[in-house]
């Protein structure tokens, strides 16, 4: 309570200094955007911007003690405003006013770098961790106009433009001692990426009703990572949306943030209808590395969506690009992102003059990899600008793709110089970074600039064991794990290791992960009539299988997870095979009880880490069992030919004698059978002829 009343005087203190700051963001950042958002606003502007001599209450103040550097200083800080503030508006001969504003967030305060000296604290740098919730009243101007919306645009514009100013990964840094570089306090690395697969949500709530009541929406969802936004695409006329859309965000502080989920109805030519939201914690998920989760939509009264969401942590490694490039490959996701470019934009010396001009430029730099363009703020009347700025751009190829640097005058629109890099070039320099001006083509002018490429890098997806995520509805409990089952051993968190594998408290519920440790010994073992699982993890002679066998109550439906093969011998003539897995359901043979993975290319030992599923009962499926082949990808012309050497290995697995299959079985070997009636006398392979 004396911390923060404490903060409270401060800040009544501060307050008259931070209304001149408020007057600037209003009339030179909000203003214009209002007036070019509407052709009926182009007269808008704020007559009065009075703050009021109430400053804003600190609800409390945490100190974190954990993720945090020895040179450093990070606290937590709620902040409620609701004073007493006079902000008049002006469209042509109106006025109007703005009342009751509320704003409500979390401040961050991080002070750094610690120094020897006086004055102890080298610099601080504020900011909102999450989108601060602002509201506020409109009286009198959307009457006199008829402007429908006019507050929720109004109040959309202003939190975008606090969130450009203010919310991660912007920030407001304030140097206390000099040679201070403002740039890294401002724009300091950031700690990794979130990828996040949207896949589907279930038992919305019926927006558009139709004849006798049975009616649908027609939902969209939103996702916010601090200043950073996506929305997906529309589904029309249903309850129960699928997208599968991928979206990445770059991550400045994971330690507080949430990735903010909101479910919309599309109504075009009137405002969208909730349908309710949702909130994840990103430092959850950073300490699990992955997590598979169905959230409950808030603000509803149904409603789920389903979320996948991987932690990618950032490394200077080669190693880690062949890693994440085969992880694509597998996934067959060529999208995504296997790197991030971080370019920090500093100054430039001797530009070139432009002709036909009666001043000096305006300079701004152009940044573009791909389709994504950035651009600094122009420096005025000048050959020499000085920018201090840094964008990220996340990159798909790094062998291929390029930046292109352009230095443009904002008056005349022309181009005085530009300069082309390949981001391959940072492979092979120390940390993947150069900091260096670049001479710009056909001139001698001089950009610099500092580059740095890091690989994104996530353990739950490059291990041999990758870990499997069991998606769990937070509404119903998750089975209790076997307490004679080995677990694994919780990490303390540390700055140096955030993304390495650590146990999450799951006390509430909202993420769940299982830890697949292939050379444990469980101690329930499903049975199988055909050949013996391998108590003691995988044979290093033998051709195994590992599998993992669960039917989730939730979906109804049996899951099986393919994590990957051993040892497999290649077809005739071949030293590597192409391998995949087709699993039965068996005695049903048709589309429903067939299913197979996708292929790894050139690999006696493939990983696949997919789960595939079956529609059943559990009581159905103890009366059942899985034919598990492992084929190899033949191509076209070996189909032609007739060749019926594809098949790598069989088992059949009885599930009957599967011990709690209604619980969540650790992975478990299976030695793979070939048949010698088949045999091949040109090889020492045997095979099956092909059933796909």
């Known amino acids: 309570l004396f911390v923060c009343l404490f903060v409270y005087q401060i800040l009544a203190q501060l307050w008259p ?79 109007a006013g703005i009342q009751d504003l509320q704003i409500h967030g979390t401040l961050r305060v991080v002070m750094k770098p610690l120094v020897k000296f006086s004055p102890l604290i080298g610099g601080i740098t504020v900011f909102f961790l999450n989108r601060p919730e602002i509201d506020f009243n409109l009286t009198n101007l959307a009457d006199v106009f008829d402007f429908p919306g006019l507050s929720s645009l109004l109040k959309g514009i202003v939190a975008d433009q606090v969130a450009n100013f203010m919310v991660l990964p912007n920030r407001y840094p304030m140097p206390l001692i000099p040679d201070l570089e ?152 060529d999208a995504l992102s296997s790197a991030l470019l971080v370019v ?40 020499e600008p000085v920018w201090e700025e840094a964008f990220n751009f996340l990159i798909q190829n790094p062998l291929h793709q390029e930046l292109l640097a352009e230095v443009k005058d904002e008056k005349t629109k022309k181009t005085l110089g530009k300069k082309v890099i390949s981001v391959k070039s940072l492979l092979t320099l120390d940390k993947m970074s150069t900091k260096r001006p670049f001479r710009l083509d ?23 064991d990758l870990d499997e995520i069991e998606p769990v ?86 899951l099986v997870t393919v994590h990957k093969a051993t040892n497999l011998m290649p077809v005739a003539n071949q030293k590597m095979c192409d391998p995949y897995v087709r699993i039965y ?30 529609p059943v009962t559990l009581a159905e499926a103890k009366q059942r069992s899985l034919d598990v082949v492992i084929k190899n990808k033949r191509s076209l012309f070996e189909t032609i030919r007739g060749n019926s050497g594809s098949v790598l290995g069989r088992v059949e697995v009885d599930l009957s004698k599967v011990d709690n299959l209604a619980s969540q079985n650790n992975p478990v070997w299976f030695e793979l059978k070939q048949d010698m009636g088949s045999l091949s006398r040109s090889s020492s392979v045997s095979s099956y002829r092909s059933e796909l």
């Open 17 to 95: 200094y931070v209304g001149k700051y408020v007057e600037d963001i209003l009339r030179n950042s909000v203003e214009p955007v209002v007036k070019d958002s509407h052709e009926m606003l182009k007269s808008f502007q704020f007559s009065t911007i009075m703050l009021g001599d109430m400053p804003p209450r600190v609800g409390g103040i945490q100190v974190y003690t954990e993720h945090v550097h020895r040179n450093e200083i990070i606290l937590d800080m709620e902040i409620m405003y609701a004073g007493d503030c006079d902000i008049q508006i002006r469209m042509k001969r109106f006025l």
């Open 442 to 464: 056909g001139t001698s002018a001089e950009l610099h600039m500092e580059l740095i490429l890091r690989i994104l890098s996530s353990e739950a997806e490059e291990s041999d």
């Open 585 to 614: 359901l068996q005695p049903d043979k048709n589309r429903s009880g067939r299913k197979k993975t996708s292929v790894v290319k050139d690999n006696v030992n493939p990983a696949w880490d997919e789960t595939l599923e079956f």
């Open 182 to 333: 403002v740039t890294k306090l401002k724009y300091p690395m950031p700690v990794g990426v979130l990828r996040i697969h949207l896949k589907e949500a279930k038992e919305l709530m019926r927006a558009d009703m139709g004849f006798m009541k049975k009616g649908k929406s027609d939902p969209y969802c939103t996702l916010q990572v601090g200043a950073q936004s996506f929305k997906s695409k529309t589904i029309e006329n249903t309850l129960e949306p699928r997208w599968n859309e991928y979206y990445e965000a770059v991550v400045d502080q994971f330690e507080g943030q949430t990735m903010q989920v909101n479910m919309f109805d599309e109504d075009p030519g009137s405002k969208d209808d909730p349908l309710g939201n949702a909130a994840v914690s990103i430092s959850e998920v950073v300490k699990m590395g992955f997590s598979d989760v169905w959230l409950p939509l808030e603000d509803a009264t149904t409603g789920q969506v389903h979320l996948r969401m991987s932690w990618l942590s950032l490394s200077s490694q080669m190693e880690a690009l062949e890693k994440m490039e085969k992880v694509k490959r597998i996934a067959d996701a």
């Open 473 to 558: 509805s937070p509404t119903t409990p998750a089975a209790p794990s076997n307490p004679a089952a080995p677990t694994e051993t919780a990490a303390q968190p540390s700055p140096a290791s955030s993304a390495e594998d650590r146990q999450a408290n799951n006390s509430n519920g909202s993420v769940v992960r299982r830890r697949h440790i292939a050379n444990a010994t469980p101690t329930a073992t499903p049975t199988r009539p055909k050949s013996e699982p391998a108590a003691d993890g995988p044979n290093p002679y033998a051709c195994q299988i590992q599998l993992s066998l669960h039917h989730s109550a939730d979906t109804d439906k049996l």
């Open 344 to 383: 920090r934009v500093d100054s430039a010396k001797n530009l070139p003059t432009v002709k036909k001009s009666g001043s000096d430029p305006n300079p701004y730099v152009e940044l573009s990899v791909a389709q994504k363009h950035e651009k600094t703020k122009p420096q005025y009347n000048t050959y």
